[in-house]
Nanobody
Framework: QVQLVESGGGSVQAGGSLRLSCALS????????MGWFRQAPGKEREFVAA????????YYADSVKGRFTISRDNTKSTVYLQMNSLKPEDTAVYYC???????????????WGQGTQVTVSS
C-alpha cells in the first residue's frame, strides 16, 4: 500500500517562496509518476504539476508555469514542488499524488497524501 506524506507548507507573503516535499513509502518510488494538486476552499481539486517516472517529463498548469518547479529524487523516494513568486491565489491545500499508470492531470486516480496547507498573504 502506498503511503504519501507531504511537508513544507506554511504561511508566506506574496512574492515569497516555499518548497513542498512528498515522501512515498510502501512501494517502489520509481514505479510511480508523481504529481501535485491543490484545493482552495469552495473549489474543486485542480492539477498543479506532474513528473514522469525518471523525471524527464514534466507538466504544469498554466497558472503556475514559470513560477513552480517539480522535481524528484528517486534515491530518497521524494518529490518536490518549488514554489516561487507566490500569489494570494496560490492559497490552498496542496496534495501529493502517485500513479503507477503514468502522469495524470485529473484528480480521478492514484494515491493521495493528507495534504499540506499553503497560505499566501497580500
Amino acid at each position: 500500500q502506498v503511503q504519501l506524506v507531504e511537508s513544507g507548507g506554511g504561511s508566506v507573503q506574496a512574492g515569497g517562496s516555499l518548497r513542498l516535499s512528498c515522501a512515498l513509502s510502501g512501494r517502489t518510488f520509481s514505479d510511480y509518476a508523481m504529481g501535485w494538486f491543490r484545493q482552495a476552499p469552495g473549489k474543486e481539486r485542480e492539477f498543479v504539476a506532474a513528473i514522469g517516472w525518471k523525471g524527464a517529463s514534466t507538466y504544469y498548469a498554466d497558472s503556475v508555469k514559470g513560477r513552480f518547479t517539480i522535481s524528484r529524487d528517486n534515491t530518497k523516494s521524494t518529490v518536490y514542488l518549488q514554489m516561487n513568486s507566490l500569489k494570494p491565489e496560490d492559497t490552498a491545500v496542496y496534495y501529493c499524488n502517485a500513479d503507477r499508470d503514468g502522469i495524470t492531470t485529473t484528480p480521478l486516480r492514484g494515491s493521495w497524501g493528507q495534504g499540506t496547507q499553503v497560505t499566501v498573504s497580500s
